[in-house]
């Protein structure tokens, strides 16, 4: 299920910050990337996302777009905006699932587009593969 | 005899042209000046070249009437270049008519009538000029026989005036008075304004001279001159009469006065002639000087006749005698004349009647059509007035249609937009409302379906119980689109039994209440002891309040919900209330919560459907469901207000 190169790397040192408005979509991310022992923050909103970005970065973030206040679009407005988060990697995980939010998703920054409901399979060789792009 | 005939005509036809003003023909001023001096050189040397620059001269000012006076001017210059009482021959003849002929086809494209009927009367003189009598008749009645054809007034008038000269010139006063008669109730009778024009003081200074000498009718006719005088012409000739009344008369001084003024008036020619002649010979009877008077009745018999008087009124009596033989003679000379006259008066005459006749029928008859005719259009006049009046007022209402129903249109437009927008909204969000439960769903089970040890025991467990939850989630908003549907199909029936309140509200809350948010309590408050029934749908009445305690449940993080059920709150009603410690509704969202897909946050899961499906329900059993905005105390208050007194028919569709 995991992609062969993937299974004997150490993740612990990569960090992982997940942004959901509801609980429980934060909660079966967590849950389906345990294996990898990332070390995961989460963040209820486009704002605690930003703060949890400035008070530490992180090497990927798995983005909701449709929340209250700021949305996800404009969180990677933000972040790609600013040289000193630009380069971390943002992959969108949502309901959104028209291709005009796709594209606009890919136009505004985005690195990779998941469609919720999530398949676990895909999420998983998401984010190795976004991993292995990171050099550490 | 024939020579007064000429002196006559002629003052005629400057009576057409009367008066010593600047300009009275109102043609063009430099026309006006080159026609005078054609008229001054009229049969002398230089006319020609005169009359020449008047016609340039009235091309070039584009006046109509000045051409025609060119014509007239041609005419009357060959005329006068043959000297009186000689014979003419058939090519002078011919010229002269030749010169009519172009004269009256100039004028009547120009429209001068005057000078049309000017062309037989310059004719008529010449042929009477030239001892050609039948001939000058022949064109009188021409000119009559045209007039009567045409039914020109002016034509007829112009003949009149002629037979009056005719018979005055004859010395038969009754056929000249006969004809003066009948000129006068043309003119009084004419709405030609070219005969209006005319004067009439001549008339009566003429029918004066038909009456005997000294009678009273003579100075009653001049006196009616007088007052009927017009133009100066008019008050010269009117004050030559009472010159000749006033010495017959033996009043010297006014005689002197009136002479005077005639002698001084260089106009007096177009009057008579021999005017001068006559006062000469008035002033040698009067001064007892016999042998001086001069005597030539052919020059104007009137005069003579006159002049003869007022010898005989003077005592010398030879001297009349004389003078009246010379009279008698003159006019058995022109017997024949007289004959031919009284023929052609009776054809005249005849045509004449038969044409007053025919002009006052014609009259009748046009004022009856006239009548009808402005009967009718006023009639044609009133019905397009009322046709338009109603057509504009319906116009105007059909704008006013037109414009209420383009507001409800725009309206209608607004609404359908707002639904199709609020459609689309509720599209997209059904489809995330729809995926969030399905990505725990979907999630949840491929987490417990990894191999063994990847989570314990509890944990699983957790999972499955969000699977469940989340299930139940989905079927609820799926539930909610079938209702509207359903709805929308008008596949929905009320069943009516009888509902216990305290049973049904119970029953709701213990379907609402695992959506409790954590820290928050709900509970049943009835504002009365006891059970009370009433006849209601009950699965209806708890589907409505368990959607109102759920979107409390949504809304509320804290505090409590009461359901209470109250009959005092809408008398004759069953209310039924939840009311929550959450954020509470905007006033103005009072009502728009209610419309389909609308939603206060998006954010809160839901289809924005439970309330409109609520109020829909409600309205089918006869109640109601609204935000009670009275209520101030923070939260949100929703009654459901039902009547107590169903409907008897047990299913309403």
């Known amino acids: 299920m995991i992609p062969i190169y993937a299974q004997e790397h150490d993740y612990s040192k990569y960090n992982v910050l997940a942004v959901d408005d509801i609980p429980l979509n934060l909660l079966l991310v967590q849950k389906m990337l ?103 | 005899m024939r020579k007064v005939l000429i002196i006559t005509l002629f003052a005629l036809s400057a009576a057409l042209g009367l008066a010593a003003q600047n300009n009275p023909y ?74 009519q002929k172009t004269l009256m086809s100039i004028a009547k494209k120009t429209g001068y009538k005057q000078y049309y009927y000017y062309a037989y009367e310059l004719v008529q003189n010449y042929y009477y000029n030239h001892l050609k009598p039948v001939r000058t008749l022949e064109i009188v009645q021409q000119m009559q026989a045209e007039a009567i054809e045409n039914k020109d007034e002016y034509g007829l008038w112009m003949g009149n005036r002629y037979m009056v000269a005719l018979y005055i010139s004859q010395n038969d006063y009754i056929n000249a008075q006969k004809w003066i008669a009948e000129a006068l109730r043309i003119y009084e009778d004419s709405q030609d304004p070219t005969v209006r024009r005319q004067s009439v003081c001549r008339l009566y200074c003429d029918l004066a001279d038909t009456y005997p000498v000294g009678s009273d009718s003579v100075r009653i006719n001049i006196n009616r001159a007088i007052r009927r005088s017009q133009v100066h012409l008019d008050t010269l000739r009117c004050r030559y009469h009472l010159a000749k009344l006033s010495a017959y008369e033996g009043k010297i001084d006014d005689y002197e006065r009136y002479r005077n003024y005639c002698l001084k008036d260089p106009l007096i020619s177009q009057i008579s002639r021999s005017a001068i002649e006559m006062f000469e010979n008035i002033d040698n009877i009067l001064k007892g000087r016999p042998d001086l008077v001069v005597l030539n009745p052919i020059e104007n018999p009137r005069e003579v006749k006159m002049v003869a008087a007022i010898a005989e009124a003077n005592g010398q009596v030879d001297l009349a005698l004389k003078m009246q033989k010379s009279l008698v003679g003159f006019t058995e000379s022109s017997l024949s004349i007289s004959n031919k006259s009284k023929l052609s008066e009776i054809d005249a005459r005849l045509g004449n009647n038969a044409l007053s006749a025919d002009l006052q029928e014609k009259s009748t008859k046009l004022a009856r059509v006239t009548r009808l005719v402005m009967f009718l259009i006023t009639f044609l006049l009133l019905g397009l007035v009322t046709i338009l009046t109603l057509h504009i007022r319906n116009l105007r209402r059909s704008k006013q249609r037109d414009e209420q129903r383009i507001v409800e249109l725009k309206e209608a437009n607004e609404r359908v937009m707002m639904a199709d927008a609020a459609k689309t909204r509720f599209v997209q969000n059904m489809s995330h409302e729809v995926r969030t439960p399905l990505n725990a769903i979907v999630g949840f089970s491929q987490l417990l379906s990894l191999p063994d040890g990847s989570f314990s025991a509890e944990e699983k467990d957790e999972f499955s119980a969000h699977i469940i939850n989340n299930t139940k989630m989905l079927t609820m908003l799926l539930d909610d689109i079938l209702n509207t549907s359903a709805m929308d199909n008008g596949n929905y029936s009320i069943v009516y039994e009888q509902g216990e309140c305290r049973y049904m509200c119970e029953a709701a809350i213990s379907s609402a209440e695992h959506r409790l948010q954590p820290g928050v309590s709900m509970r049943y408050e009835p504002a009365f002891e006891g059970p009370f029934s009433f006849r209601t749908d009950p699965r209806r009445v708890q589907q409505i309040i368990i959607n109102l305690l759920t979107n409390a449940c949504k809304h509320t993080t804290e505090g409590e919900i009461v359901l209470s059920c109250s009959l005092e709150e809408n008398p004759g009603e069953v209310s039924f209330s939840v009311t929550d410690t959450g954020p509470g509704v905007p006033a103005e969202q009072a009502e728009a919560i209610f419309d389909r897909f609308t939603k206060l946050n998006d954010f809160v899961q839901g289809t924005g459907l439970g309330l409109s499906i609520c109020r829909d329900i409600a309205s089918k059993m006869g109640g109601r469901v609204y935000l009670d905005t009275t209520y101030k105390r923070g939260g949100a208050r929703f009654v459901l207000a039902l009547p107590i007194d169903a409907p008897v028919d047990n299913k309403t569709n």
């Open chain 1, 34 to 136: 345990t294996r990898f022992k990332f070390r995961i923050r989460t963040a209820g909103g486009g704002q605690q996302a930003l703060d949890a970005v400035a008070a530490e970065k992180p090497d990927l973030i798995l983005l909701d777009l449709m929340m209250p206040g700021i949305d996800g679009f404009e969180v990677i407005r933000r972040l790609r905006a600013d040289p000193a988060t630009a380069h971390i990697r943002i992959v969108i995980l949502s309901a959104l699932n028209s291709n005009e939010d796709i594209v606009k998703g890919f136009n505004v920054g985005a690195d990779d587009f998941i469609m919720k409901p999530i398949i676990m399979e895909k999420l998983l060789t998401c984010v190795v593969t976004q991993m292995q792009l990171v050099k550490k």
């Open chain 2, 26 to 99: 109102a043609i063009d001023d430099e026309c006006y000046r080159y026609f005078q001096e054609s008229e001054m050189l009229v049969g002398k040397d230089g006319f020609e070249e005169a009359s020449e620059a008047l016609m340039r001269s009235a091309i070039l000012h584009n006046d109509p009437k000045a051409q025609t006076l060119y014509y007239v001017g041609r005419l009357k210059d060959y005329i006068r270049r043959i000297p009186v009482n000689t014979l003419t021959t058939q090519e002078q003849d011919a010229e002269v008519e030749k010169r």
